[in-house]
């Protein structure tokens, strides 16, 4: 049977710096919460699978979070996290026992073995290697990885192309030093999209695409209203000769396109670059995002928020529509199961459905895409990995669906349609609002003093000033992530994020001073070596990439 199209199931996987930068509830905790509940998880059912599936998930893997997860006292400290989070389980049940709650200590051995099955996996299984496990199946054909900008900066707002350059460029050096290869994809932060602009001056700023196919990447994701409120590119210059008649501009105004505009089951170009654009597929993805109708929402499920106040467990279940933390019922793991597997059998239905539409519609196999955070399976939403490994399963048994990556797709189908993507986002409206508004504006103006401050000092930094120069870059970077104005916005860890931010652009100020001065002190030299040791990573960045080019990809 020929496969009714392709079915992309792509995983952005990303979390801020965070070593050494406090513990629970912000801080290192966030790693070791994230690769116990949902990293760990997630390459142990990927790699069941590979055993007798054929298959490829998608999945982003942002330089910051690479760098976090390969370092030696990380992964010290998360063998240390799992065991200490079993023992906690073993102590509620000897707690459990004694009050005579039988089913809560059945809970409590339900954890007491889930956690002694992580620590299992992650010490033998991986031999305590996080980056390898993932790296074996990139190479098996079952992941296909792509990068992300260095510290998962929100592109569009950044004020020099300088930054956005350093970004991408740190991105693609990162995987090359991750992977031995070169990246296929590159994930926008936040699916943040810019457009080619024209400045107050006349500088005209690149659209992102011409970053990206500056760096050898062939594709890219955004929001689907990015895609279905897209419009021809002027002169059409990638279109079939047929298509461009029908979508050429009439009184100004371009045309949709020959049928119904443009649709998320097809890949584009972007405008006169080679960039493939791929739209997140709004139905399959919002079956899982939505609050109010997605799956992890369902009463069976396991409550995240309600945490035991001894050990800080989660015993109970979401229980029903408006229930108060106080009314939960305790959590079934046979229950939730079953409602594992009606989940999965429906998603795999959406999916053959999305596709058969789509073959409706237009000729030729159709690419669809799910988008979602990894962290969602497994931590938000504990029976995420079960859940996954069901639809990958059903997916992989029916001939109408091919699972393949991306890149796999577009060597076999190349578009020959292009786009003019507008700018947007997968925040709030799909504009640029979660990250900048009066809660954010004088972040972003920081940001950007940063900015031009650095292509200066990449200029004139006399020599000898080397490693002051590149912390200085490095607190850049840390400084841009989209992380510190989005939890300030939604009001997740304002406070924290606020400190982290002030905490990179002050260590920003007095290294870009020392990175120009003509000498330094030995008390300056010392506070370089603890700036190194707080934000330690990118070991292979290079100042050089600082340097200003406004109105110049690459």
Known sequence: MEPLGTFAFVLHTHLPYCRNAGRWPHGEEWLYEAATETYLPLLETLADLARHRTFTVTLSLTPVLADQLAAPAVLANLAEYIEDRGNRARADLARFELRGEAQYAALARYYADWYDARLWAFRDRFEGDLIGALRRLRESGHVEIITSGATHPYLPLLSRDSSVYAQVRAGVASYQRTFSDSPDG?????????????????TRRPGLEEFLAAQGILFTFVESHAIEGGAPPTGCAHLAPCYAIACGARDGRPLAGPTEGYTTSLPYLVGDSNLAVVGRNRRLSMQVWSAGQGY????AYREFHKRDSVSGMQYW????????????????????GERVRQH??????????????HAERQRGP?????VFDTELFGHWWHEGPDWLRLV????GSDG?????????????????????????????AGDDRTWLNPQTEEMWARVHRCEAALEQTVAESPAGRERFLQQTCREALLAQSSDWPFLITTGQASEYARQRFDGHCERFRLLDCLARADLVSGEEAAYLERTESTDQLFSFLRPEWFTARQGRSS
Not at 402 to 418: D, F, I, K, N, Q
């Open 186 to 202: 590159f994930w926008l932060p936040e699916c943040g999209y810019r457009p080619a602009t024209v400045e107050g001056d006349g």
């Open 317 to 336: 279940r979401i229980t029903g529509p408006g229930t108060g933390l106080g009314d939960k019922g305790p959590y079934d793991p046979r229950l939730a």
């Open 344 to 357: 999965a059998a429906h998603f795999a239905s959406l999916v053959v459905d999305e596709l058969a539409q």
């Open 392 to 395: 990958l399963e059903q997916l």
């Open 296 to 299: 992890p929402g369902d009463a």
């Open 366 to 370: 159709g690419l669809v895409a799910a």
């Open 400 to 428: 109408r669906v091919s699972l393949r990556g991306v890149a796999e797709h577009l060597e076999a189908y190349p578009p020959t349609t292009a786009i003019r993507v507008p700018a947007s986002s997968w925040g709030a």
